[in-house]
């Protein structure tokens, strides 16, 4: 008897310690909820055509995007536009959250589910705010870890937690807030395909030139420069890649020209000309490790409107490109030629 009495304390022992884990977590209890199935932001849903403004903190970082004449921007970049996609995607996802199950109460838990106030240069989550045009709050969520086909079906789960709430949740539904400020910008910026380009010039800080074009579109490219004696070419296409510089042309980020000042000497050059009278001219300029470039266009003919096009969306900018692309655009004749093989 004493030996059944000491497993039923046992297991009423463990019982009670499966309970206080369960509660603490927020796991059902079996008593019903009613948010339970219901819309996490129930109003959103309608006010979408009046979201005028969207925050995120998460740590120290800060983004917000503004709806401005033109669509979304972000303000951080000076304005420039928002990935239109993303942001769609963004407030679509919070006005489609459903509660499914509570979840912790006990703010030491909070970090578990990433949920704990933001802000903070430690936190994990998320403080997503929705507001309108004259600052009124629509919806707040502070966002914490997503969970791909937590619900199955296809179906994302994403811990939440709403400011001033305690009470944490598991929603249906899923939230794309990763990366930082540069991954909210529109980076498309325009495309002049390689096979319109007649002529590329570049110039380096130091004044050396590398001049590259052809007569026809269907000709190949060649080198005006002469190439020194015992040195060959990298490859037959080798001048291809950098005279099609301006194909399907994406930034990495973005400043308004005012951010510092751009030298007018000491910096690097390419003029890039189309068979149809646009020309490109780029100004390359180094701070830290990063190349700015400045971009104005001119064209003639039908080469006119594309022209004013790319100066309305380029001026009062400074862009930075991939590594691989600020490259191109500072070709010197060393970049071509076949390096020396080692002996």
């Known amino acids: 008897m004493r030996q059944r009495s000491f497993f039923v304390l046992l297991t009423a022992a463990a019982a009670a310690v499966i309970l206080a884990v369960v509660s603490s977590l927020g796991g059902s209890s079996g008593q019903s909820n009613p948010l339970i ?103 707040e969520i502070i966002a914490g870890k997503s969970k791909y086909d937590e619900l199955g079906g296809g179906n994302d789960g994403l811990y939440f937690r709403k400011p001033g709430d305690v009470q944490s949740w598991l929603a249906r539904g899923s939230l794309d807030l990763t990366g930082g400020t540069t991954d909210w910008l529109d980076k498309t910026l325009f495309d002049v395909p390689a096979a319109t380009i007649k002529d590329a010039e570049f110039t380096t800080a130091s004044g050396t030139r590398v001049d590259i074009l052809r007569d026809a579109p269907a000709d190949k490219f060649r080198l005006a420069n002469a190439v020194p004696k015992g040195k060959k070419l990298k490859s037959a296409d080798a001048l291809d890649e950098p005279a099609g510089a301006l194909a399907s042309l994406e930034l990495v980020d973005v400043q308004p020209a005012t951010a510092f000042a751009f030298p007018e000497t000491g910096i690097a050059h390419a003029r890039f000309a189309t068979f149809d009278g646009l020309t490109l001219t780029l100004d390359i300029a180094e701070q830290g490790k990063t190349s700015w470039v400045r971009i104005s266009a001119t064209g003639t003919g039908a080469a006119a409107a594309p022209a004013h096009a790319i100066n309305a969306k380029t001026r009062g900018w400074l862009f930075a490109f991939p590594g691989y692309k600020a490259d191109l655009f500072k070709t010197t004749l060393a970049s071509l030629i076949e390096p020396a093989k080692s002996s």
């Open 37 to 139: 199935g219901t819309l996490v932001l129930p109003d959103l849903g309608r006010q979408l055509q009046t979201i005028d403004r969207v925050t995120m903190v998460h740590g120290a970082q800060k983004l917000t995007l503004k709806r401005g004449t033109g669509g979304w921007q972000v303000e951080e970049k000076g304005d420039w536009p928002a990935n239109p996609q993303r942001v769609r995607r963004l407030l679509l996802g919070l006005a489609e959250l459903r509660y499914v199950e509570p979840k912790t109460r006990e703010r030491r838990l909070y970090p578990r589910l990433a949920v704990e106030d933001a802000g903070k240069p430690d936190s994990k989550s998320t403080l997503v705010t929705v507001a309108d045009g004259k600052g009124k709050l629509l919806g």
